[in-house]
């Protein structure tokens, strides 16, 4: 492998990551600031699932399997390499 390979990529994820957390915490504080109903990503994540319409309709419950089906597999593939 070529060594400077896992640099640029490194960088390049890097750079991504700064830019959706920069990006995040500017519209999110713009939210906070002007405090006015739906603003924050909290308040449309939860309108999106119908969280309004109670925990047990579809949208919280997908959520909820997906985030677990993402951390089965997120922390075995990081902490231990597999899948």
Do not use: Q
Request: no cysteine; glycine share 8%.
């Amino acid at each position: 492998m070529d060594p400077d390979y896992r640099s640029r990529w490194s960088w390049i994820w890097t750079a991504w990551l700064i830019a959706v957390a920069v990006s995040f915490a500017v519209l999110e504080g713009i939210g906070l600031i002007n405090r006015k109903p739906g603003d924050t990503l909290s308040e449309n994540t939860r309108h999106w699932l119908g969280v309004d319409r109670g925990w047990k309709s579809a949208g919280p419950i997908g959520f909820i399997v997906a985030l677990v089906a993402f951390v089965v597999w997120f922390v075995p593939h990081i902490v231990w390499e597999v899948w």
